[in-house]
């Protein structure tokens, strides 16, 4: 079996960390990537942080954040944290087809556009 297609075959990098952040595994577009991985144990202790009365943290099961030609899915399992970046873009009989649903958002103070991007928790 093919481990860097062990998710889907639109998988293009993957991370698997310790529940303190340690990369325990990587490959693809995400190999070795430290910085990724302390970009994501962030926005886990951020979810956290979420005030229980709007969301309790017990139902966000997965993260999802969307770009306009790939996507990061993360979970945790076990005291494992997966990541799994997946495109939008792939391969079905030949055929090439893509998908998109994105947001832009456009930081006024700064006067930077910081692309197309949004986050579900579901």
């Known amino acids: 079996m093919d481990k860097e297609k062990i998710i889907a075959p639109n998988q293009i990098g993957y991370l698997i960390m310790k529940d303190d952040g340690g ?4 490959g693809g577009d995400l190999k070795n990537d430290v910085r990724s991985a302390n970009v994501i ?7 956290e942080s979420i005030d229980e009365d709007f969301m309790p943290n017990s139902s966000c099961e997965r993260i999802t954040i969307d770009y306009g030609q790939h996507y990061y899915s993360i979970c945790m399992s076990n005291r494992r944290i997966y ?5 939008k873009t792939h391969t079905q009989n030949g055929a090439t087809s893509s998908s998109s649903s994105s947001t832009s958002y456009n930081d006024a ?3 930077n556009n910081i692309g197309s991007s949004s986050t579900v928790m579901a």
């Open 83 to 87: 990541v799994v970046k997946l495109s």
């Open 23 to 26: 990369v325990l595994d990587s």
């Open 41 to 47: 144990m962030g926005l886990l202790n951020l979810t």
């Open 109 to 111: 103070a700064e006067g």
